[in-house]
């Protein structure tokens, strides 16, 4: 009666096990087929998975991986920030002043190259990135061109423009609230006055390239050239809007300090280059892996692919990563110490089924053994990676950025999907010969709770 009820619960351990093993197994193609193909997203926001049926307003979910200048051609230029005399003497803080810069900047080159990214570059730098660009010298001329400023009536006729403006700063009104107060030269002053004193009560509007950056109502005339504009502004508020109303062009005087032009071509010789030579490196590995490890190899091959594929999906669906040759061989490496987690796991297992220990023991006792030096291992390349993406810059952050995704995806990979895979086929499959090399058949024997 006992050896029934102990064969029952073994074939149904077994059962279970091969259905757990398919499940994954369908998983597995799923995604690998969602991040081939995608899925369609029409405009209901309903999700389409046979993608090949008509749909009309849809577009593909995950969308594709952004590809960095190197692999998809464009251009790069680095600029050295510096604050004029005048604004020093004002006493405005730098960092304020150069994130106001590239906020204009991104404005300005946003219209020709929605993709355009710029990005902080050191202590003073600022780093303008911009794929797929034709006319290079076109788009330099619009980041350094000053800012149009315009000031508006209440018909929307333009009856000042930024020439008239000498100086802007943030100010307390007479209650004590943040204001915004500017200079205009003698010319303003009378365009300003005539115009408010006919206007009262109505709503100007002061517009910056083309976006209206305020519109404040008229109390009264405004003579003398200095105008108060109050509000219910914050601090900060009416910092931004004093930098950018400030003479109508950059906070921060600009240096061009390099310029790099890749060509597309070149850029679709280096994707595919590195796509063939990361396939090759990776059926390499999954081979040795399998004929060194037997069934353990496929069970790290199996959770290789499983790896590969979550990672790519995260370097489609978070935000603001893309994909570069530095940024593939951060790719390359994770996947690297994703093996190196697995050979460890692996060779603890061999030793303990070489002490003559059930293979299920083995496969517990392995793992817990390894951890540590996994741990260890990965938390050292993490930290690495988080140093690189702080005081790193351009190639460099995308390679920290992909390793940092790369490794942790690797980390979880050994320590759950290669022990959860491991552990249904040691429960199918209890010969130790399947998966070590030179053991010997495991006992009978062996304890119902190890099963």
Request: proline fraction near 4%; include cysteine; hydrophobic fraction near 45%.
């Amino acid at each position: 009666m006992k050896v029934s009820n102990r064969r029952k619960a073994t074939l149904s351990k077994r059962t279970s096990s091969v259905i757990a093993l398919c499940v994954v197994l369908v998983i597995t193609v799923a995604l690998g087929f969602l991040g081939l193909n995608g899925c369609k997203l029409d405009k209901d926001g309903e999700y389409r998975l046979l993608n090949w049926l008509p749909t009309t307003d849809a577009e593909n979910w995950p969308k594709p991986i952004s590809l960095g200048l190197d692999l998809r051609g464009g251009m790069y230029v680095e600029y050295e920030a510096t604050m004029s005399d005048e604004l020093k003497a004002q006493g405005l803080d730098y960092d304020m002043l150069l994130e106001s810069t590239m906020n204009i900047m991104q404005d300005r080159i946003s219209e020709k190259a929605s993709e355009a990214t710029v990005t902080r570059l050191g202590s003073n730098g600022i780093r303008v990135e911009i794929p797929d660009v034709t006319d290079p010298a076109a788009v330099l001329e619009l980041i350094g061109t000053p800012a149009k400023l315009e000031f508006l009536d209440p018909d929307g006729n333009v009856f000042m423009d930024g020439s008239y403006l000498q100086t802007a700063s943030r100010s307390v009104d007479e209650d004590g609230k943040p204001c915004i107060v500017f200079l205009l030269n003698k010319e303003g002053e009378k365009l300003f006055g005539d115009m408010t004193a006919a206007n009262i009560g109505k709503v100007i509007s002061i517009r910056l390239d083309g976006m209206t950056l305020m519109e404040p109502t008229i109390n009264e005339p405004i003579y003398g050239g200095q105008v108060q504009i109050t509000g219910d502004f914050e601090a900060e508020q009416c910092e931004n809007y004093a930098l950018q109303l400030q003479s109508g062009a950059l906070p921060l005087d600009l240096r061009q300090d390099k310029l790099d032009t890749i060509s597309a071509t070149l850029g679709d010789d280096a994707l595919v280059t590195s796509v063939k030579a990361a396939i090759i490196g990776i059926g390499i590995v999954m081979l040795i892996m399998l004929l060194r490890y037997r069934l353990c190899g496929l069970v790290a091959d199996w959770a290789l692919c499983l790896y590969i594929i979550i990672l790519f999906l995260l370097l489609a669906v978070v935000p603001s990563i893309q994909l570069t040759l530095p940024g593939i061989a951060g790719i390359i490496l994770g996947i690297g110490m994703a093996v190196d987690a697995n050979v460890v796991i692996f060779e603890r297992i061999k030793e303990e089924v070489r002490q003559g220990r059930p293979m299920i023991h083995a496969v517990r006792i392995g793992f817990k053994n390894a951890m540590s030096a996994i741990i260890d291992a990965n938390v050292t390349t993490i930290i690495a990676s988080f140093v690189l993406m702080i005081f790193g810059t351009g190639s460099v952050q995308g390679f920290a950025v992909t390793l940092l995704l790369s490794v942790i995806t690797s980390m979880l990979s050994a320590i759950l999907i290669t022990r959860f895979l491991l552990m249904r086929f040691v429960r199918i499959w209890k010969n130790p010969s399947l998966y070590v090399a030179a053991a010997k058949p495991a006992a009978d024997s062996i304890p119902e709770e190890a099963k």
